[in-house]
Structures are given as structure tokens and as C-alpha cells.
């Protein structure tokens, strides 16, 4: 069992940055889901929950094309934190962003297994 936990949402204006952080814990070993591939999403109201950026195991990464070389995914050296950085934000960028893991790595779709309870994201023009 993997626990997922969000932090560092709030708001901010258009052209600011914020760093997302998900912590991870829970019975499975840190040696286990050290292994797992993240993710981050983001559900805006009405509209479906879309992937925004994967990391797998051998930190092989993957963006949305909304948010490349904009947002940066990264995950630290024991991978037990996972990070969201975003850079030159826009208002289309808000939204509730949820982290997510598995076994498997489902690349940007919504499939992975653990999820967190999210933390939102306001941008302001």
C-alpha cells in the first residue's frame, strides 16, 4: 500500500512559478515504490483529469504538450519525493493537481493504482 500526499499548491499570477511536492510513504518498502513510476495530473472543474508529466523508475520523463519547456517532473535520489516544478504559469494551468504511482508505468494516462487527494493550483491573469 503506497500513501500519496500533495503539497506546495496556491495561487499565483500569470507568468509566476510554483513547486508542486508529493511525499510518498505507506506499508510498501521504500525499496519497492522506490521502483514505481509517477505521475502528475491535473483536473480543471469540468473537464476530464489529464496527465501533465510521467517519471519512471530509470527517470525517463514525459510532458504533456501544453506544458513542455514549462514544467520540469523530478524525483529524489532515494525517489520517495516527487516533484512538480512550473515555470511561467498561465491560467489555463488551473486546477486541482493529484500525483499518482504504480508498478506500471502508464505513461500520461489516468490508470496508475495509488493516487493522492490533490492540491490546487490558481492562476491569475
Known amino acids: 500500500q503506497v500513501q500519496l500526499v500533495e503539497s506546495g499548491g496556491g495561487s499565483v499570477q500569470a507568468g509566476g512559478s510554483l513547486r508542486l511536492s508529493c511525499t510518498t510513504s505507506g506499508s510498501t518498502s521504500t525499496s519497492t515504490y522506490s521502483t514505481y513510476s509517477m505521475g502528475w495530473f491535473r483536473q480543471a472543474p469540468g473537464k476530464e483529469r489529464e496527465g501533465v508529466a510521467s517519471i519512471t523508475y530509470y527517470r525517463l520523463t514525459r510532458y504533456a504538450d501544453s506544458v513542455k519547456g514549462r514544467f520540469t517532473i523530478s524525483r529524489d535520489k532515494d525517489q520517495n519525493i516527487l516533484y512538480l516544478q512550473m515555470n511561467t504559469l498561465k491560467p489555463e494551468d488551473t486546477a486541482i493537481y493529484y500525483c499518482?504511482?504504480?508498478?506500471?508505468?502508464?505513461?500520461?494516462?489516468?490508470?496508475?493504482?495509488?493516487w493522492g487527494q490533490g492540491t490546487q493550483v490558481t492562476v491569475s491573469s
Open positions: 499518482a504511482a504504480d508498478r506500471v508505468d502508464w505513461q500520461l494516462l489516468p490508470r496508475y493504482t495509488y
